[in-house]
């Protein structure tokens, strides 16, 4: 974690606080923001999880009785020192109606990579169809076979591999590799599929179950 030096911050300029803006380290999605004071951050600090203070519920360490808490990678201060961006591995949602950004769902696309991958994540969340009849998507049919996945990655690696090493026509063909047309298109969608299900049985701690505490919200 980033060591903050909470002398350059200007507390006063906030009546004692700053702002804090949280966002996911993995995938730079805006989560939530709040506001903090000396103590909450030296708390967040000692702790390496995020504390935070509201001006109805004080000092408040987030995740405390829900289990989400947000587990720091790094605080940067912004260039007038009022606010801070925490840079956080969240361990589930981080607002208070269940969803994991406060902005809904569409901040949870920071980027064309974060948007493909919301859009593997629906995918998968798709229930296989029952009816005989009916057909499920091919990115469900992916996460359900380990073997067509693995061979649909090893096809569009090498289709990329291959455009990047073709002779007189390599600058042409690798320059269209890497647009959204290209080879490199399918073989992120592959490799995003690869993680997620990677990420799923291995269970790290941004996707394993809340953890029940006492304490403040």
């Known amino acids: 974690m980033t060591d903050l030096d909470l002398d350059s911050l200007d507390f006063a300029k906030g009546s004692g606080l700053v702002t804090v803006v949280a966002q996911d380290a993995e995938s730079g999605a805006v989560l939530m923001v709040a506001h903090a004071d000396r103590e909450a951050l030296e708390r967040t600090l000692a702790t390496g999880e995020m504390h935070y203070r509201s001006r109805t519920r004080g000092l408040w360490h987030k995740g405390a009785t829900s289990g989400n808490v947000q587990q720091v990678v790094s605080l940067l201060t912004d260039c007038d020192g009022d606010a801070i961006l925490a840079r956080v591995r969240s361990v589930g949602p981080a607002c208070h109606t269940g969803a994991r950004s406060c902005f809904g769902e569409a901040a949870l696309a920071a980027d064309a990579l ?94 394993r179950p809340p953890r029940r505490r006492s304490g403040n919200p």
């Open 114 to 207: 974060g948007a493909l991958d919301a859009t593997i994540a629906a995918r998968e969340a798709d229930p296989m169809p029952r009816a005989r009849e009916e057909t499920p998507s091919y990115t469900r049919r992916l996460f359900a076979d380990r073997n067509l996945r693995l061979k649909k990655l090893g096809e569009e690696s090498a289709e990329l591999v291959t455009a990047c090493a073709d002779g007189d026509r390599a600058g042409r063909r690798a320059r269209r590799a890497l647009g959204t047309r290209g080879s490199a298109a399918p073989v992120t969608g592959a490799a995003l599929g690869g993680l997620r299900t990677r990420t799923r049985a291995s269970g790290p701690a941004s996707r």
